[in-house]
């Protein structure tokens, strides 16, 4: 299997973009993958749109960075920053469904984590997980992150194909 590789989106990943979309919207909606909130959650995770201005915006204030094994983008994570906070955000997080299970969403989040904590100096990164998603869940805290009993109402509620869903909030000292 090839070697898997993080970096951070440049200008020039423009023309990655289709890639990374259908990147993000499988992990979230395709029918493959553990991650799938097909039966939860319709609609697209991300927009062209969004992915055009996470890529042109990168580090204004948020910072994408993206997984490749050899050429092909495999998957995605968002270092989201909170003004005037001491922790960051975890967002936009996708792995391939055809390559999940594989280790490259440990990788992705590692590096955020390193990012979060070395590059940007916050005590704490946090994230918004389905209240429905155990397995998630687990996964999360697996690494570390410990729930907060903080529950966010779902951002996008016309979305919603189950009833009164919430985020958990999860976080983590740096």
């Known amino acids: 299997m090839p070697a898997v590789y993080i970096r951070e ?9 289709d890639e990374i979309k259908q990147v993000v919207n499988a992990a979230y909606r395709s029918e493959g993958g553990w991650t799938t909130e097909s039966k ?5 995770r991300a927009t062209m749109e969004e992915i055009e201005k996470a890529i042109q915006c990168n580090r ?18 968002q270092v989201q920053h909170n003004e005037g906070d001491d922790e960051a955000e975890i967002g936009l997080f996708s792995v391939s469904p055809k ?12 590096e955020a984590l390193r990012m979060i904590k070395e590059d940007l100096h916050y005590k704490h990164a946090c994230v918004h997980v389905l209240e429905n998603r155990t ?10 992150f410990k729930e907060t009993g903080e ?5 996008w509620p016309e979305k ?6 919430h985020f958990l909030t999860l976080k983590m000292e740096l």
């Open 151 to 155: 529950r966010v109402a779902f951002v």
């Open 160 to 165: 919603l194909l189950v009833s009164d869903l």
């Open 99 to 110: 390559r999940q299970s594989g280790g490259i969403g440990g990788k992705l989040i590692r």
């Open 40 to 44: 939860i959650v319709a609609g697209e």
């Open 60 to 77: 204004a204030p948020n910072i994408l960075l993206l997984a490749f094994m050899s050429d092909e983008v495999v998957g995605t994570v």
């Open 135 to 144: 397995d998630i869940l687990a996964w999360y805290r697996k690494l570390g």
């Open 9 to 17: 989106v440049t200008p020039q990943d423009m023309q990655l973009k």
